[in-house]
């Protein structure tokens, strides 16, 4: 006797929620293409995982003036897209939060106002 053992009885593989964070973390930056400030802090992500679903949040800077909505979309797709395809699971809701915005008028200024 071989005793095969059926696909829904040999167990799941659990993937950790901070893997998934770094997965969407990396895919924010791909996203982005380069468009990180270069005083800026890399994006971040944090992860909550029920199942085989996912919802992220991914905290990021951009440089100013730019197409800040369109740069969110972008993040919101590549990382759905990436945490699909690396981790197998479902992403209903990738949060984006801008957390700094940084112009090229004021880099090496200091702090001072712009007139």
Known sequence: MTGTVEPAERGATRIADRV????????????LDGAVPADGA??????TVQDDRARVRVGLELGYPSDIGGQCGAVR?????????????????????VERLHSAQTRGTGLGRIR
């Open 20 to 31: 998934v964070s770094k997965i969407a973390a990396q895919a924010a930056r791909e996203a």
């Open 42 to 47: 890399p994006p971040h992500a944090t992860v």
């Open 77 to 97: 797709r590549q990382v759905a897209l990436r945490i699909k395809a690396l981790a197998g699971m479902e992403v209903p809701e990738v949060t984006v939060e």
